[in-house]
């Protein structure tokens, strides 16, 4: 049976940080129970499509999945086991901060079959953590995968943040080396307009030499630590890589569920009458989203109505383009038949930033660094 990944978007969280770009909104209690009611309908009209098919992962994202009551969880996960093919071997993830995270919650969770955590704890500094707008301190992170493990937890994934100017990466790397997590995210600060952050124009972006310097730095010491670099900002130990976020750079087929959540179907998106390979998008704010599925608070739509608000049909060079970039990030080699600027090929080989051999390219950690000019350049 083919597989395939589902994704759900929890777009709430207690308070919004700093630097946040990403679709989340603050809740009160009543929003979440008729949201979740709203995800488990969207869920069940899937059912007639996918039965031929196993999930080999679920990843309950967001925004903030541990503001959620165990109760909300088990709604969703029973929703997906009852609904979908699940794998026995399910990777089932829940992305949590630690400052939403009690020892009793991360054992429900893990008791529903959770069997990898996600935590944002972004840095080990009090100060850092203020700076960006963060809820919980470095004590509460420690004190979260103290939980995490006495719950059970054996795949635990940290979120890191990196590239803010006053922090102290060695203090950073320690601190992983104290929680010797699984699996790290190494997240480079971007300020995104409209942000707190950006409005302040206290931070700056490091030059491309102090950014190059910090990679580097971070590589070698997560490879010195026993990880393994696979993705540009992802390291894991052997055999914990991220079964989901493979799923995407290998461009496997995912369905996303919730309000802003995005999809993709290489055979298209036969439940809304497409059949080429198409991306798609569920509406946001969260309001619109369960308008769509609920017809008042609380009560299911009768009819079938798909929260989609936006679809994006893939042509051949956007396909090659995404396979080039997703290969180029996960350390993979592309054929060098694709590259249409032969001279800068020979140029970016000759700075050490790409690999070249037998009609094969690849990128050096140093290209990591630089990918999205290279590939906007070279193909
Ligand atoms: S916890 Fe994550 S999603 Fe929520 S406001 Fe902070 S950065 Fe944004």
Redesign the pocket.
């Known amino acids: 049976m083919s597989t395939y990944s589902v994704y759900v978007h929890i777009p709430y ?1 207690k ?3 700093r ?2 770009s ?1 679709l ?1 909104t603050t809740p009160d209690i009543k929003d979440i129970d008729a949201y979740i009611k709203a995800v488990s309908t969207e869920i069940n009209l899937y059912k007639p499509f996918l039965s031929d098919r196993e999930v080999k992962s679920v990843y309950i994202g ?3 999945p541990s503001l959620l009551e165990p109760s909300h969880v088990e709604q969703l996960i029973s929703g997906i086991r009852e609904t979908f093919v699940v794998k026995e071997d399910v990777e089932i993830t829940i992305e949590t ?1 630690p400052e939403s995270v009690s020892a009793e919650k991360l054992k429900a969770m893990h008791t529903l079959g959770i069997n990898r955590l996600s935590i ?1 704890l972004q840095s080990f500094d009090d100060n850092v953590l203020k700076s960006l707008g ?1 809820l919980h301190s470095a004590d509460s992170s420690f004190s979260a995968i103290e939980k995490a493990r006495n719950a059970g937890f054996k795949n635990i994934n940290v979120d890191i943040i990196y590239g803010i100017p006053s922090q102290n990466i060695d203090r950073e790397l320690k601190g992983i080396k104290d929680i010797h997590p699984e699996h790290v995210s190494f997240y480079y600060l971007t300020i995104e307009q409209g942000t707190p952050l950006y409005m302040d124009k206290i931070f700056r972006p490091l030059n491309d030499e102090a950014f190059e310097e910090l990679y580097m730095l971070v590589h070698d010491e997560m490879i010195r630590n026993g990880y393994e670099h696979y993705e540009v900002s992802n390291f894991a130990k052997k055999g914990c890589q991220s079964i989901h976020n493979m799923n995407y750079w290998e461009r496997g087929d995912y369905l996303g569920i919730g309000s802003g959540a995005h999809g993709f179907f290489k055979a298209g998106l036969p439940w809304i009458g497409m059949t080429a390979q198409a991306r798609y998008e569920n509406a946001y704010p969260p309001s619109v989203y369960i308008s769509k599925l609920l017809d008042k608070p609380g009560n299911k739509r009768s009819e079938g109505i798909f929260p989609i608000s936006r679809t994006e049909v893939l042509d051949k060079d956007a396909e090659t383009l995404e396979y080039i970039f997703l290969s180029l990030r996960t350390w993979k080699h592309v054929d060098t038949a694709l590259v249409k600027n032969r001279v800068l090929m020979k140029h970016l080989s000759d700075d050490g930033l790409i690999n070249v051999q037998d009609n094969k390219l690849s990128l050096t950690v140093r290209g990591m660094c630089v990918m999205d000019g290279i590939v906007t350049e070279l193909f």
Request: hydrophobic share 5%; net charge positive.
């Open positions: 969280c308070k919004k940080c630097y946040c990403f989340s967001g925004g903030t901060n944002g963060r």
